[in-house]
């Protein structure tokens, strides 16, 4: 019965999630059908504003569970919207097991987990990623898709009235990438940052050149991550 009530409340906020953004923005899904329609799937995003997981659950086909950070759980009212959604906390810029075993064992059930490596919301152009999400799929041998957000960095509820009233919506875009499958190789560290770099790449090429940040043009052969620490460090490598 609780699963019952948890599906439909997710689909009535999902739906009226789609009504909001149709009617006060020009809100673009490109290319939905590149998300697997069963099986277990990572989706991997950049992340620029609150409303990104559930701007991603009202573009996608499948529901989603998205992972977010362990304070939005304690903000009334936003964190029960973010655990109907299926959500699961995690503790930023650290080895948080309990996340990923979560993440590993909602793939193993065949569900779609939205992650954005990036650990924190972006200015609109791409951070150094945490190695979670990379860990996360080699773990679970599943298959990955890219998803590219734009226009939610200038998203505010009043601004966003106040563009409506003036005729003058704000674009957001959602965009899928091509499913892709991680090498099957050794879930350790170093491929976790190997397949970060990677994973951050395909969302960057998805992107407009403005939004790339540490995955733009120059830093092609080097291996980009950021550090598991408290501080949220971040590093750049080169590639060995």
Request: proline share 6%; hydrophobic share 45%; glycine share 8%.
């Amino acid at each position: 019965m609780k699963v019952r009530i948890s599906a439909f409340t997710y689909w009535a906020l999902t739906a009226l999630t789609r009504v909001l953004l149709f009617a006060v923005a020009r809100w673009e899904v490109e290319h939905a059908g590149r998300v697997p329609d069963t099986g277990g799937v990572v989706l991997v995003g950049n992340h620029m504003h609150l409303f990104d997981p559930t701007l991603v659950a009202a573009s996608s086909k499948r529901r989603v569970h998205p992972m977010a950070k362990r304070e939005i759980f304690e903000t009334p009212l936003i964190g029960w919207i973010f655990w109907v959604y299926g959500a699961f906390p995690v503790r930023r810029f650290a080895a948080d097991i309990g996340a990923l075993r979560a993440a590993r064992n909602h793939l193993k059930n065949g569900d779609a987990v939205l992650m954005f490596p990036e650990g924190t919301r972006s200015r609109g152009s791409l951070r150094p990623a945490l190695p979670g999400a990379a860990m996360v799929a080699l773990l679970a041998g599943v298959p990955v898709v890219p998803v590219a957000i734009t226009g939610t960095e200038d998203l505010r509820l009043f601004g966003a009235l106040f563009r409506w009233a003036r005729r003058r919506r704000l674009r957001v875009h959602v965009e899928f990438g091509e499913p892709f499958d991680l090498p099957a190789v050794a879930a350790d560290a170093r491929r976790a940052e190997e397949t970060t770099d990677l994973m951050m790449r395909r969302v960057a090429t998805l992107l407009p050149e403005s939004y790339r940040g540490a995955y733009g043009p120059g830093t092609e052969g080097t291996l980009v991550f950021a550090r598991q620490s408290s501080q949220g460090e971040e590093r750049r490598e080169a590639a060995g």
